[in-house]
Each structure stands twice: as C-alpha cells, then as structure tokens.
C-alpha cells in the first residue's frame, strides 16, 4: 500500500509541475511585462504570378505604441499611427 501511495503522489507531483511550467509560460503572454512591446507574425505566399505578403501586428505591452511603419520592400510601405493595448492589425501586400 505505501508503494502504490508512493507511486501516486509522485506521477500527481509531475502532473503539477508540467501544469506550473505549461502555467508559467501561458501566464506570460496574457500579462504584459513591459510598457512597450510587440508580437509580429509575418507570412510571404509566393504564388506563380505575384507574392503576396501579410503582416500582423499585435500590441501586447502596457502602452500604446504610435508610429509603427511597415516596409514591404519595393518601395511598398504602410504606416500605423496607434496601437491600443492589445489591438491586431493585419497589413496585406501584393507584388
């Protein structure tokens, strides 16, 4: 009996610390920790004909940032005058 007791606050003991660092890490992307702070997601679609290109941009600081400027190359460029805290801006670029 003591073994199965054991046995079992052990495999509860690495329930609790997988579910702290799963926690841990979720925790930090739903709490801003910095008064300013960005998450970009970039994706380039080659396609046969042209290349389109998307661009989100999240705020996930404390702050709003303002002048956010968005160069696609090619002389392609967008401008973003704020970002509320926690706003997403997705940005479209075709070439």
Do not use: W
Request: aromatic content about 10%; overall charge negative; hydrophobic content about 45%.
């Amino acid at each position: 009996m003591k073994q199965y007791t054991a046995l079992l606050g052990i495999g509860v003991g690495v329930i609790v610390i997988i579910g702290v660092i799963f926690g841990a890490d979720f925790f930090k992307f739903s709490v801003s920790t910095q008064d300013y702070e960005i998450f970009v997601d970039p994706l380039l679609d080659e396609q046969g004909m042209f290349t389109m290109g998307r661009v989100t941009i999240q705020n996930i600081g404390a702050k709003p940032i303002t002048n956010v400027h968005i160069n696609f190359g090619d002389g392609d460029t967008l401008d973003i005058q704020t970002l509320a805290v926690g706003q997403k801006n997705s940005c479209l670029s075709s070439s």
